[in-house]
T-cell receptor, first 113, second 109 residues
Framework: DGGITQSPKYLFRKEGQNVTLSCEQN?????MYWYRQDPGQGLRLIYY???????QKGDIAEGYSVSREKKESFPLTVTSAQKNPTAFYLC????????????FGPGTRLTVT | GQNIDQPTEMTATEGAIVQINCTYQ??????LFWYQQHAGEAPTFLSY??LDGLEEKGRFSSFLSRSKGYSYLLLKELQMKDSASYLC??????????WGAGTKLIIKP
C-alpha cells in the first residue's frame, strides 16, 4: 500500500536537545512538506521541497532544519533554537500537477519539557 | 495579508444536514480544498473546487464562488463518525496552500 509514514507517533524530549522527526513516502511524489499544527490554528508551513536536494523555507522555518537527499525521505530536525517546539507535526506529499492534493502522514506529537 | 475564515465550532444532529462556510482573501487563487481531520489524526482529502459551482461526492458537497471569495461544505445525512474538524485551504498564486483554522463539528444523537 502506498502512503506516508511518520515515526514515532509520540516523542518526548528535554529542552535544549535537538530532535529529528522522520517522514517517508512511497507515493513517488516529488513535493514534500512539513507543517506544524497548534490548537485553534491552521496548519503552518515549516519547510517544503519540490525536488531532491532542494528545499524552501515556509512561514515558520526559524529553529527548524530539513534535508532531502532521497525522493522518499524528508526528515525534519527541531533544534534547541525553536522557542516553542511542543506541537503536532505533520508531513505531507503531493504530485506536481493539478489538483496538487496533499496526502498526509499520521503525524508526530512532540512534547518538550 | 492572506486570510481564511471558518466558524470555530458547529453542532448538528445525527441524520440532519450541516453547512460549513469558508471565506478567503488570498494573493491569487488556484483552487480550494476541504479536508477532514479527526482528533489526533492526519487530515484526509474531501474535495477540490477550482471553478464556480457545486461539486457533489456522496453525502458531501462543496460549493465555490470565486467572485465572493466564498465556499461551503455541505454534509448530508450526518453520522456520528462525521464528528471531526473540517479544514478549508486555498492554493495561492505561488501554489502554496493557505489553511484556515478549521471548524470543529460536533454531532449529537
Amino acid at each position: 500500500d502506498g502512503g506516508i509514514t511518520q515515526s514515532p507517533k509520540y516523542l518526548f524530549r528535554k529542552e535544549g536537545q535537538n530532535v529529528t522527526l522522520s517522514c517517508e513516502q512511497n507515493l513517488n511524489h516529488d513535493a514534500m512538506y512539513w507543517y506544524r499544527q497548534d490548537p485553534g490554528q491552521g496548519l503552518r508551513l515549516i519547510y517544503y521541497s519540490q525536488i531532491v536536494n532542494d528545499f524552501q523555507k515556509g512561514d515558520i522555518a526559524e529553529g527548524y532544519s530539513v534535508s532531502r537527499e532521497k525522493k522518499e525521505s524528508f526528515p525534519l530536525t527541531v533544534t534547541s533554537a525553536q522557542k516553542n517546539p511542543t506541537a503536532f507535526y505533520l508531513c505531507a506529499s503531493s504530485e506536481q500537477h493539478s489538483p496538487y492534493e496533499q496526502y498526509f502522514g499520521p503525524g508526530t506529537r512532540l512534547t518538550v519539557t | 495579508g492572506q486570510n481564511i475564515d471558518q466558524p470555530t465550532e458547529m453542532t448538528a444532529t445525527e441524520g440532519a444536514i450541516v453547512q460549513i462556510n469558508c471565506t478567503y482573501q488570498t494573493s491569487g487563487f488556484n483552487g480550494l480544498f476541504w479536508y477532514q481531520q479527526h482528533a489526533g489524526e492526519a487530515p484526509t482529502f474531501l474535495s477540490y473546487n477550482v471553478l464556480d459551482g457545486l461539486e457533489e461526492k456522496g453525502r458531501f458537497s462543496s460549493f465555490l464562488s470565486r467572485s465572493k471569495g466564498y465556499s461551503y461544505l455541505l454534509l448530508k445525512e450526518l453520522q456520528m463518525k462525521d464528528s471531526a474538524s473540517y479544514l478549508c485551504a486555498v492554493k495561492d498564486s505561488n501554489y502554496q496552500l493557505i489553511w484556515g483554522a478549521g471548524t470543529k463539528l460536533i454531532i449529537k444523537p
